[in-house]
């Protein structure tokens, strides 16, 4: 059965609405659950490795303005205060 179109109308109660929330929270760390930890420790070491060998920013060409989140003329308030 869709419980979509229960929950869309507000039909569920509460305690339905957690139980499913624990059924899907269950399932998911059974999913992610590390059953060999011999096997995700090497794969954890090569994942490391291999992050030693690239560079700390990817793309180091980008202007910051264009990562930055804030406009300019915000920000330019603050550097002239200063």
């Known amino acids: 059965m869709r419980f979509e179109p229960l929950l869309e109308k507000n039909l569920l109660p509460d305690c339905m609405i957690r ?3 624990r059924l899907i929270t269950r399932a998911r760390c059974k999913e992610i659950t590390v059953t060999d930890v011999e ?3 090497r794969e ?3 994942y490391v490795a ?3 060998t690239q560079p700390i920013a990817n793309n180091i060409k980008m202007p910051m ?3 930055m989140s804030s406009p300019r003329s915000f920000l330019r308030r603050f550097w002239e205060a200063g």
Do not use: A
């Open 50 to 52: 291999e992050l030693k």
């Open 39 to 41: 096997k995700h420790r």
């Open 19 to 21: 139980w499913g929330g």
């Open 65 to 67: 303005s264009s990562t």
């Open 44 to 46: 954890f070491i090569s």
